[in-house]
């Protein structure tokens, strides 16, 4: 609707509309919102005292206390501030095989929840890409829940493609990070392990709270399409390999598939981070809403 | 086991190279994937090779195993197999329709002794059915059970031609040594002169019968255009009395001449008729009735008893005048110019003069003096200025009755030698008449001028000129010669026959017609539906005599000996051919199913 992918229709955007993003520690931001801050500000939610300086606002002074005490105490109250919340999302080749699976599709549809849940709650939110064709996003952020057709028009304009080092692109958009806050990335994470954990370990060393969302095909994980004599190319690098494939290795390509993401997901848990993952084979809405907590949102 | 052609076993040398092509058109197929991580992960089965690399799951043994029994089967795989395999020879030939003093016919009897005589066999082995007339022969390929064999005997009618006793013999002896065979049970008429091989077991059922018989009917014109015709019978009395026997000839259903006669036991008498009326059908009927009633009756035709018309072909057409002299004969004179093929249609035979047709003609022709270099005979011709005669064929239709001494030629031609036309009349530098039979017709040659025609003014000429006619015409021939059982040629311009049943069968002139089983009139139907008879009789007093039928000498390895089951091979290639096509059938099924269920899981 409006621009919206058909997955948005005006019942799943109520739904969104009633979710926030939670985070593990408190972070900055860039004006106020519903998320405390570090900071000391004028919520309602006191936070703690400190000794009175002339051209303090007497309005905060305990009188209480100076009555207990006989010195004069301002009260200080948690600062509520918006978050910052950036949503990386992987458009290297690999998201965009196999075709039928919709992968990339998928990973825009779950980037664009997550930046409206976040619009909705007034949280500020950058869109940032790693990889892909049709150029970069802006590298700035956006606020207000009418933005998000703003996003869904630029993801829209993107295709994936090419070929990126995952550890090695995330440092360079920490790097350019100057502030911390909440941070999602949406890739099929079918890199090496080692790159994986890399990139992660960045984020969580820079105290960013991170929500890993791994989107892989329903036919990518079960092998389906796959018979007899195949010669594999990987999309990224052009690898190829010869296999033969018949029921039993089948089942062992898929049970190799799933202990590649649970290797992921273990390693997501140790460090305290949010991980969930989506296989394109089931409904996106469902999955969104059932998976909350896994990403990292809470009602 | 055995292989009927082993040679073929040599394509089992290319079953690897088949595998091997295989290999080289199964390339894989090539499938982009996000990432092979997961395939590297099963390095444990992954293959680099040549082209590609079968799955050596149960399909490729079931295709390898496949393409085994083709090769088995070409081999024409079988196995020894001890079988008593049984030759059935049922004597159909006329003399079994006669009937026995129990009311039954021989025909009847017999198959009734072979049904009694089938019923106490096994049956373990193929039983071939045979009869013996006109010519011995299966009646279908072999019966497996016996209850087949019985009804396929009870199906077969005797027929009205006799048997060929030196092919039956022949042909008894060579079932009796036949190593396929184990037993040959031959019921017939005929019995079987000792030492009887051991292999057969004769059923005799010739009982002498009393019978009366007519030989032959002919009808021949004496002289050429009359009306009346002479008429001979032939008659026999096969009883060991003396009796009177009646003999009534009708022309066309009336009654043209009858004759009494006494014979005595075993005794044959020709009867002659001079003037028999014109009618175009005559039947002769034997009284009293007997135990055989086919060979009381004959049949004649008078087909050639007609005009006759001729064209004449000739530069000079005026020497056809004489020809019209001859009563009967009619003549109608062309030049070469206006001669046309197609007016051969209308006439009986043509006569071509100093001149030869551009195509083998369609009716009995003669060629008078041909010029040299004619292309559809193939004439080799020596101009002369005067020829002789030097000698000539005594016994010729053509040259009968004619005094060649007195005959005079001038200038004429001599033949040389002919691939299909032989030499009647020669003279020094060679033959002066020939005659020969091409496509259905006949014809003759003269390389001499018999025309123009002068009666008794060259007597000698004339009668050689009227055999000539008369040869051409088909006259004063036999009229009742074809007996049944043996084929004739089917004459120019038929197309169908009419048989004596009323069965009507195709015919193509010049080539044998073979459904001359029935005693009767045949009926040659030509072009416009135009009807000609012909006469066929048995006409076969030895088939006749029902009292003394003789002894067939059948020669027979082992007489004496234990019938002993033969060795037959059983082929195995039905047998897997079947498996082939389960195999196969099998494999289809799997694979069709294999896709329903990666299309639903999809």
């Known amino acids: ?299 | 086991m055995g292989f009927l052609y082993p040679g073929a076993l040599v394509f089992f040398a290319l079953i690897p190279a088949l595998v091997l092509a295989y290999l080289a058109k199964e390339r894989p197929s090539r499938v982009t994937v996000s990432s092979v991580m997961a395939f590297r992960a099963l390095r444990g089965f992954r293959r680099e090779r040549f082209g590609g690399w079968p799955r050596l799951d149960w399909m490729f043994f079931a295709e390898v195993l496949i393409l085994s029994l083709v090769v088995l089967a070409l081999a024409g795989p079988f196995i020894w197999q001890r079988s008593a395999p049984l030759a059935v020879v049922l004597d159909n030939s006329a003399a079994m329709q006669a009937l026995t003093p129990s009311g039954k016919s021989r025909f009847d009897i017999a198959r009734e002794k072979l049904d009694a005589a089938l019923s106490v066999e096994d049956g373990g082995g193929e039983i071939s059915v045979y009869v013996t007339a006109p010519q011995p022969r299966r009646i279908a390929p072999p019966f497996i059970t016996l209850t087949e064999a019985r009804l396929a005997l009870s199906q077969i009618k005797p027929i009205d031609a006799p048997n060929d006793q030196t092919t039956l013999e022949n042909f008894l002896s060579n079932l009796a040594s036949e190593a396929r065979v184990a037993k040959v049970i031959f019921a017939g008429s005929n019995a079987l002169a000792p030492p009887v091989p051991a292999r057969i077991h004769p059923i005799a059922v010739g009982d002498a019968v009393a019978n009366a018989a007519i030989g032959s009917f002919t009808l021949r014109r004496e002289v050429l255009g009359a009306e009346a015709l002479h008429a001979s019978l032939t008659i026999a009395n096969f009883s060991p009395e003396t009796r009177t026997l009646e003999l009534t000839v009708t022309g066309d259903g009336k009654e043209v001449a009858h004759a009494r006669e006494a014979l005595g036991a075993r005794e044959t008498a020709t009867l002659e008729f001079p003037a028999i009326p014109p009618a175009r059908i005559y039947e002769a009927r034997l009284a009293p009735d007997d135990a055989l009633a086919l060979d009381n009756v004959a049949y004649a035709t008078a087909g050639s008893v007609k005009n006759v018309s001729i064209l004449f072909v000739s530069p000079t057409p005026a020497d056809a005048a004489g020809l019209n002299s001859i009563p009967g004969v009619a003549v109608t004179a062309r030049t070469p110019d206006s001669y046309s093929p197609d007016d051969l249609e209308t006439f009986d035979l043509a006569i071509f003069e100093y001149a030869t047709p551009k195509e083998l003609p369609g009716v009995n022709t003669m060629l008078v003096m041909p010029p040299p270099g004619d292309p559809v005979f193939g004439l080799t011709v020596t101009p002369t200025a005067k020829v002789e005669i030097a000698g000539w064929r005594t016994t010729d239709t053509l040259t009968d009755s004619v005094n060649f001494r007195l005959l005079s030629l001038r200038g004429g031609e001599y033949f040389g030698t002919h691939p299909w036309m032989i030499q009647v009349v020669g003279g020094d530098g060679g033959a002066l008449l020939l005659k020969g039979e091409r496509g259905a017709h006949r014809f003759v040659a003269t390389g001499f001028n018999p025309f123009p025609y002068l009666g008794r003014r060259n007597l000698p000429m004339s009668v050689l000129t009227l055999n000539a006619i008369s040869y051409l015409a088909g006259l004063g021939g036999s009229s009742s010669g074809y007996r049944t059982g043996q084929p004739w040629l089917a004459p120019a311009g038929v197309e169908r026959v009419i048989l004596p049943s009323g069965k009507k069968k195709a015919a193509r002139p010049g080539t044998l017609f073979t459904d001359v089983s029935e005693q009767g009139v045949y009926e040659l139907v030509g072009p416009g539906g135009v009807q000609t008879p012909r006469a066929v009789n048995l006409a076969d007093l030895t088939e006749s005599d029902l009292a003394s039928s003789p002894l067939l000498k059948v020669e027979g390895a082992n007489a004496g000996s234990a019938v002993e089951p033969v060795m037959q091979k059983s082929s195995l290639s039905d047998y897997i051919l079947l498996g082939i096509i389960l195999l196969t059938a099998l494999e289809a099924l799997i694979v069709y199913r294999r896709r329903r269920l990666a299309e639903a899981a999809s």
């Open chain 1, 1 to 299: 609707m409006f621009g919206l992918p058909d997955e948005f229709t005006p019942g799943f955007l109520a739904r969104l509309e009633k979710l926030r993003i939670r985070t593990r520690q408190r972070y900055a931001g860039l004006g106020r919102g519903m998320h405390l801050s570090p900071k000391r500000g004028s919520s309602l939610e006191f936070n703690d005292y400190r000794h009175y300086s002339p051209g303090d606002d007497f309005r905060y002074i305990d009188w209480g206390l100076y009555g207990r005490s006989d010195k004069l105490y301002i009260k200080l109250f948690q600062e509520e501030e918006d978050l910052l919340t950036y949503i990386f999302v992987d458009a290297s080749a690999s998201m965009g095989f196999p075709a039928g699976d919709r992968k990339f599709e998928s990973a825009m549809l779950t980037a664009l929840a997550l930046a409206y849940v976040a619009l909705a709650s007034g949280d500020r939110v950058m869109l940032r890409v790693l990889g892909g064709k049709g150029g970069k996003l802006n590298p700035s952020f956006v606020n207000g829940r009418h933005r998000i057709v703003e996003l869904a028009r630029r993801l829209a304009d993107l295709k994936p493609g090419g070929q990126f080092d995952f550890a090695a692109s995330l440092a360079t958009e920490l790097h350019s990070i100057r502030r911390a806050g909440k941070v999602f990335i949406v890739s099929d994470f079918l890199m090496l392990f080692n790159s994986v954990t890399r990139g992660l370990g960045m984020f969580t060393a820079a105290s960013m709270d991170l929500t890993a969302v791994q989107i892989l095909g329903g036919r990518e994980l079960n092998g389906q399409g796959l018979d007899g004599d195949v010669e594999v190319i990987d999309s990224e690098s052009g690898e190829r390999l010869r296999v033969s494939i018949g029921e039993r290795e089948r089942t062992q390509y898929r049970e190799t598939m799933l202990r590649l993401t649970r290797e992921i997901k273990s390693f997501c848990l140790k460090r305290g981070l949010h991980y969930s993952l989506y296989t394109t084979d089931h409904d996106f809405q469902q999955f969104f809403v059932r998976a909350v907590r896994d990403l990292g949102l809470a009602h």
